[in-house]
């Protein structure tokens, strides 16, 4: 079966630092673009972070802030989060397609994990 595990979220304070992990059994990393997604209350999910090979992308609001990574030995992304903020407090999600074109969307993405609550407050 193919699916993504998310862990790492938590409570944490404002200017705190995480680290997400993502997962991936049932098929390997290698060749497959990974992004991270995110969903607070009230809005819809969107992408802000993408993977592949050795490209990375990052929406304006986490760039400098957030750091993705990938090993492949373990099957499994990372996503760095550090200066949190309140605004980031939602789940965060990962999931997988060829490519990551226009992966804001989250369009053509598959194999969703459950999620990881992160929420920022003091």
């Known amino acids: 079966q193919v699916q993504f595990v998310e862990s790492g979220g938590g409570l944490v304070q404002p200017g705190g630092s995480l680290r997400l992990s993502c997962a991936a059994s049932?098929?390997?990393?290698?060749?497959?673009?990974i992004g991270w997604f995110r969903q607070a209350p009230g809005k819809e999910r969107g992408g802000f972070s993408c993977?592949?090979?050795?490209?990375?992308y990052y929406a304006d609001s986490v760039k400098g802030r957030f750091t993705i990574s990938k090993d492949n030995a373990k099957n499994t992304v990372y996503l760095q989060l550090n200066s949190l903020k309140p605004e980031d407090t939602a789940v965060y999600y990962c999931?997988?397609?060829?490519?990551?074109?226009?992966?804001?969307?989250?369009?053509?993405?598959?194999?969703w994990g459950q999620g990881t609550q992160v929420t920022v407050s003091s």
């Open positions: 999931a997988t397609r060829p490519s990551c074109i226009g992966y804001v969307t989250g369009r053509g993405f598959s194999s």
């Open positions: 049932g098929f390997t990393l290698d060749y497959r673009a």
């Open positions: 993977i592949s090979g050795g490209n990375t």
